[in-house]
């Protein structure tokens, strides 16, 4: 009788935790969709403004980037850049005061309001990288609630959560399943593989059942047959893997400190520079009659589907702002303008290709300077491949997304996301904190620097 009552015992505390990170999946979808929302409520309310007059954004964007940051640094630390830097990093991270600290509710719903003035503000700027965040800080908050006392089950909840949090914003639930082991944890552990494969499930079926089973970008019956049109791999690839190679380089150069007097302005007056990123932003965004604000999902959407035809200038331009805008500080994910930026340069590639269908060169295009830029080849492929509901070109997609990765390797020898985590746990550890030390990863097992 004892054994039976034990065993009872057991059994009813697994199902209270089963059902605990159940629920916590489906508010992560629930949040994801909500956040969508905003996010496509911020654009309608920055083009009306734009449509009333474009150059209130001279006023508007250094004025909205000044208030993010200056909110950021005073009220929600920690919700700067992407977040999934901030991600990874707690799960290198054994000190849970910490991790509380960057996965709060509170640096979550920071992390919300402030992407979503970030939008308004005409910052080139994503949801997805931010939603990660909020999917760890969700189910981190499921974590401490059921009281879990080992540290693999509390990460192995962050790794769900940020799982689920790219399922349900993008509404690809094996994106999410990928991202979670090529990019979050870089490895597949058995014991945490159920939450995470059951969190992704059931956030992705949460946004579906809200929104409906929509595709990111619609449906394509484009093709890559095997001969002549296989030159857009080798041609997209390359070009496209030196784009994100130098992006990445960039992206790491700076978050370690800029160079000369723009440095030093950068880390004595934070506010101002974030004003200053903002009239820059918007001083382009005039030029290029509006096109390089916000996420870049408009414009992408249009390219793929072979409505509009950009100029060079978009890419271009759309890079340049997106580099501006992460430097500024403020929340803001790097996935959506990085798939804009890849999706205009496959549109001008697609034009010097003409044995190729136009349509397949935007897809290889979008997904070799992705894959580039995140140095994840598995996750630039599924993503890209879900979003656009076409499992023809999966062989092109990958070769393109391999050798684009392989090409930015060779430019920026560390990942993106593990540098800025990296650059993030150095931040954390020189910074004056009382009087807890903050835990670094052992020497012997650095974040990893290759996949």
């Not at 954004?57 to 920690?78: E, Q, Y």
């Not at 002549?228 to 030196?242: D, F, K, N, Q, R």
């Not at 650059?423 to 996949?451: K, N, Q, Y």
Request: charged residues 10%.
């Amino acid at each position: 009788m004892r054994h039976l009552r034990r065993s009872a015992r057991i059994t009813t505390e697994q199902w209270r935790r089963k059902l605990a990170c159940w629920a916590a999946a489906v508010v992560i979808g629930v949040v994801a969709v909500g956040f969508a929302m905003a996010a496509d409520a911020a654009a309608t309310v920055r083009n009306h403004i734009i449509g009333i007059s474009p150059w209130i954004m001279l006023a508007l964007t250094p004025g909205g980037l000044a208030l993010s940051t200056w909110l950021t640094r005073t009220w929600f630390r920690g919700a700067q850049g992407s977040g999934i830097p901030q991600t990874i990093a707690t799960l290198h991270l054994e000190n849970f005061a910490i991790i509380d600290r960057l996965l709060s509710l509170r640096v979550a719903a920071g992390k919300i309001l402030l992407t979503t003035l970030g939008l308004v503000a005409g910052a080139s700027i994503g949801r997805e990288g931010p939603s990660v965040q909020i999917g760890a800080a969700i189910m981190h908050a499921c974590g401490r609630w059921l009281n879990l006392s080992t540290i693999s089950m509390r990460r192995g909840l962050i790794l769900a959560g940020g799982a689920s949090g790219v399922s349900a914003a993008f509404n690809t639930p094996l994106a999410g399943i990928v991202f979670a082991i090529e990019e979050l944890s870089h490895s597949f552990e058995q014991r945490t593989s159920g939450t995470m494969l059951t969190g992704v499930i059931l956030s992705g079926v949460t946004a579906i059942a809200l929104v409906g089973n929509y595709s990111y970008f619609g449906h394509t019956d484009v093709v890559v047959p095997i001969g002549i049109s296989w030159i857009a791999v080798p041609t997209c690839g390359i070009l496209g893997g030196i784009g994100g190679g130098v992006f990445s380089a960039i992206l790491i150069r700076a978050t370690r400190g800029l160079p000369g007097g723009v440095g030093r302005f950068a880390r004595g007056r934070p506010v101002a520079f974030a004003a200053t990123c903002g009239l820059l932003l918007a001083i382009i965004g005039i030029a290029s009659d509006g096109i390089t604000y916000g996420t870049g999902y408009e414009q992408a959407h249009e390219i793929i589907e072979g409505k509009t035809h950009y100029p060079a200038s978009f890419f271009i331009l759309k890079f340049i702002a997106t580099i501006i805008s992460y430097c500024s500080g403020i929340p803001g994910g790097l996935f959506a303008p990085s798939l804009a930026i890849g999706a205009g340069f496959g549109g001008w590639v697609a034009q010097f290709l003409p044995h190729t269908t136009p349509g397949a060169v935007v897809l290889l295009g979008t997904v070799a300077y992705f894959s580039a830029v995140v140095q994840s080849p598995l996750t630039a492929s599924v993503i890209v491949m879900e979003m656009c509901d076409n499992q023809q070109v999966t062989l092109a997609l990958l070769a393109t997304s391999f050798l684009a990765y392989g090409v930015s390797r060779m430019i920026c020898s560390q990942p993106l996301y593990a540098a800025l985590a990296e650059a993030f746990l150095d931040g954390m550890a020189s910074a004056p904190r009382p009087p807890v030390a903050t835990p670094r990863p052992p020497p012997a097992s650095p974040l990893p620097a290759a996949r």
